[in-house]
């Protein structure tokens, strides 16, 4: 679901959310490096992310980063590796529209739950959800989690 213009965060409030949804996909991170070492367009994504948290670079060249580890993501076929590699794409989208942090956290989610032994166990993906909503200040929790199943 994308935000609407009254929805839309505060530069403060956008950053805060990019933050949020790099440390959400580098927790996953580790299913696409060990899939694929040589790869390191997910890891700029993220970091891109937070260079852009920081104004060290423009939303442009975030979004390339967010485009380049969406191509990385196409280019695997290991499941946990390739939503990894999603959930780091939509973290460097968030410079872009905030709104993809939430993607981003979903997609950790999907990773997770494609890396367990116990394929979607509802305990480990529980437990996740919970992890994310902990980082994020609880004023964010709507734009990141909309909907009645916060």
């Known amino acids: 679901m994308a935000l609407t213009d009254t ?3 505060d ?7 990019a933050l949020w ?4 996909a580098e927790r996953v991170l580790p299913f696409f490096q ?3 070492p040589e790869d390191d367009r997910p890891r700029n994504a993220i970091e891109a992310a937070r260079a852009w948290v920081r104004g060290d670079l423009k939303m442009t060249k975030a979004r390339e980063a967010a485009l380049a580890a969406h191509i990385a993501a196409r280019n ?3 499941d ?3 939503l990894a590699a999603r959930a780091a794409g939509h973290a460097a989208a968030t410079a872009h529209v905030a709104g993809h ?12 739950s494609a890396a367990s032994i116990v394929n979607a166990d509802e305990e480990a993906i529980s437990a996740e959800r919970d992890w994310q909503h902990k980082l994020l200040p609880e004023h964010l929790l709507p734009l990141a989690f909309p909907g ?3």
């Not at 942090?101 to 997770?112: L, T």
Request: proline share 5%; charged share 20%; glycine share 0%.
């Open 11 to 17: 530069i403060k409030n956008h950053k805060s959310l």
């Open 148 to 150: 009645p199943n916060r």
């Open 21 to 24: 949804a790099a440390v959400c």
């Open 80 to 82: 946990s590796a390739r």
């Open 101 to 112: 942090a939430q993607h981003a956290a979903n997609y950790a989610i999907k990773a997770m």
């Open 76 to 78: 695997t076929v290991n």
């Open 7 to 9: 929805e839309r965060p």
């Open 34 to 36: 060990n899939a694929k």
